[in-house]
Each structure stands twice: as C-alpha cells, then as structure tokens.
C-alpha cells in the first residue's frame, strides 16, 4: 500500500502557498492548507500527514502553537515538520528547534529547494 503523501502547509499567503503546491502536486503529494489555530486541530483530528510545512513568519497562524501541539502528543510528534523564517530572526530560529523542528532553512533556501528539502526529511 501506497504512503499516504499529504503534506500540511502551514502558510497563508497564497501567491508562496500556490508555489509550494506547484513544487509538490506534479510528484504526487497532496497538500492540505492550514490558515489557523483552529485548522490545525481539525486537520489533525481526521489526518496522520505525511510531513509539515510551516512558515515560522506567519503573523496569521501561531507556529510556535502549532509546532507544540504538533510535538506534544502522539502520533504527531513523529510527523517531520520543515519550517522556514527570515534569516535575520536568531530567536525564531532559536525557538522553533526548542520545540523540536526537524528542519528550519532561511526563505530563500525554501524557495529555492522546496521539494529537494523535504524529501531529505522523509
């Protein structure tokens, strides 16, 4: 049987949302968009995700909160999160390992590696 390929993506702005999803659909993934708090605990409530994509710059969705419930319980706690943030913002990327990131890479990276990133983690 197949593994389930869907990815949550933890960002709101909707021109990077649309250029991650350009990056995964054609190798077969399926993406499930988070806009809020909310989200996260009904996505998770009926998903076992593949991985997570999360922007830890998105003043729209609390990453840190999301990467909390994410790490604190099983299942989730097993599920690879790839996270990026500005490369200047020393306590995100502080912060965001803290809570048990797998992986956090500068804007600039993600954009440029999308996929190539997260296939490293899975």
Known sequence: MEQDKTILVGVSD????????????????TLQRVKTQEDWQERLATLQPHAVILNMNDERLDASAALRLLKGKEPFSQIPVLAFANHEEVETWKQAKELGINKIVSRNEF????LALLEELT
Not at 14 to 29: C, E, N
Not at 111 to 114: V, Y
């Open 14 to 29: 909707i021109f990077f949302y649309t250029k991650i999803r350009d990056a995964f659909l054609p190798h077969g993934y």
């Open 111 to 114: 954009s440029a590696r999308t």
